[in-house]
């Protein structure tokens, strides 16, 4: 394998979002008793409307037509304020020459917001996709896929870096790699399929330089520091 195309989630992956987005949840509905951790981890990776139609459910009532134009702008208040890279993410993509791309769940505004907020912008310039221009959202393959065909390679010449369970189901069913950002114990514990987790962004340019040598398994510090195959 020559070479390959990174193509990048954004929420949680790229950008240290989604406890933002879920704060907006609190802001707006402070009838809510969740904390930000407990609604980042029920919500992570999935599509706004199941989102809105499970608080309407676990609050009784019915939320407002414009709830969600509310909710959009004070996500993006929170974001000029607060929104930073997940730490390693400006060095590891300075060294990292594989094509590269953003498929993202969000909206293209939000896309682009977070990007140009987090310095990030540079780095993909138009190779940005959403779901809300293909209409497909993860775990549904289609958006990967989308992503692969716009930048001209094969499913299997792609790998898919993700940190939800949705979007590795959805890189897993277009016939892709997936590397797993993880944060915690916990979500490492639960691969799946031959995912490659990892919890450092700086060890992302060797692991994708591996995949494509191609000619020696990927190797971790397993918890004890010591080397170990993965995938």
Known sequence: MNSICVIFDLDGTLVDSEGL???AFLDLLPQLSDTVESLTQRYRG?????????LESRLCQKLPDSFEQHYRQRVAEL???ELKPMPGV??????????????SSGPPLKIRQALQISGLAPYFGDNIFSSYEVGSWKPEPGLFQY???EMGFMPSQCVVVEDSEVGIEAAAAAGMKAFRYVRNAETASCRIGDEVP???MLQLPRLLAQFVSNDQPIIQPDRRGRAAPVG
């Open 147 to 149: 992503a692969a065909n």
């Open 90 to 103: 400006i060095e590891m993509l300075k060294t990292s020459n594989f094509p590269k791309c953003i498929a």
């Open 21 to 23: 987005c879920n704060q």
């Open 46 to 54: 999935k599509k706004l409307g199941p989102i809105l139609a499970d």
């Open 79 to 81: 974001f000029s304020h």
């Open 198 to 200: 990892f919890d450092n």
